[in-house]
């Protein structure tokens, strides 16, 4: 199960710090996200908390990276899975004691399991709709920054 999506563009050429800043605003249009840029050597970054747009240095040229992770993904499937064990425990324990014919207690267990469970499911099911939407979006920020690196710097810098 996927819960991080990366997409990696080398350039042409270096961009321009306008040029940079310029593709950010597209980025942060993209994803409807303010964000942080920061700037140390030849390394530029825009991040917004896991996703993160990398203007790195490489030894062919310049490339940008995309990366994000879905970071709750992992825990709400856990914990989804904790509560289905949780209460699947409870109704074996139930069956073991000789309680399993109070009606209550058994429904109980068996509300809490099915929440457990269709939590983690309803998660890993919506994951790969957002992977894929992030991907395309990458791919998309990507050929711009791809294109915008093929035409000639700007005179200015």
Known sequence: ?????????????KLTDDEWERFVAQVRETFNARG?????????QWT?????????PTDAGYRVRF????????????????????????EVT?????VAHDIGLVTSFGVLGAIGIGMAATTALRLSGW?????AQMEELGARVSAMALEPPPASE
Not at 1 to 13: D, I, K, N, Q, S
Not at 68 to 82: D, H, M, N, R
């Open 131 to 135: 992977a894929g939407t992030r991907h």
């Open 67 to 90: 990366r994000t992770v879905k970071g709750s993904a992992p825990w709400t499937i856990g914990s989804g899975l904790v509560i289905g064990a949780v209460a699947l425990a409870g």
């Open 48 to 56: 917004n908390g896991n996703l993160q747009v990398l203007l790195e």
């Open 1 to 13: 199960m996927t819960t991080g999506v990366g997409h990696t563009v080398h350039l042409a050429r």
């Open 36 to 44: 942080t840029m920061t700037s140390e050597g030849s390394f530029k």
């Open 94 to 98: 139930a069956v073991l004691t000789g």
